[in-house]
């Protein structure tokens, strides 16, 4: 069993930046990819980003150039700068990792931008 821990969630306005954070805990040995995924509300969870044990990362089209994924494979951490925020980025975010063949997701955490 994995247990993610997020935190960095918030209000901002328009063009401000948020921190996202998540910690991994419990049987982390063979943890691969990480990532962030969002749900708005009346849409599907999209992916936002994604970064593999080697650094390769992955973004959807609408973050490229404001987000930016990062992690620490010892700490077994992943974070998600956030810049340049807009109100279409208001969302639950949810972290996820994937270890051997099963996906695991955090509680979430809320992030509004205000125009």
């Known amino acids: 069993q994995v247990l993610l821990s997020e935190s960095g969630g918030g209000l901002v306005q328009a063009g401000g930046s948020l921190r996202l954070s998540c910690a991994a805990s419990?049987?982390?040995?063979?943890?691969?990819?990480m990532g962030w995924y969002r749900q708005a509300p009346g849409k599907q969870r999209e992916l936002v980003a994604a970064?593999?044990?080697?650094?390769?990362?992955n973004y959807a089209d609408s973050v490229k150039g404001r987000f930016t994924i990062s992690r620490d494979n010892a700490k077994k951490s992943v974070f998600l700068q956030m810049d340049s925020l807009k109100p279409e980025d208001t969302a639950v975010y949810y972290c996820?990792?994937?270890?051997?063949?099963?996906?695991?997701w955090g509680q979430g955490t809320q992030v509004t931008v205000s125009s």
């Open positions: 419990g049987n982390i040995f063979g943890i691969d990819v």
């Open positions: 996820n990792v994937a270890r051997f063949t099963r996906d695991y």
């Open positions: 970064i593999t044990s080697g650094g390769n990362t």
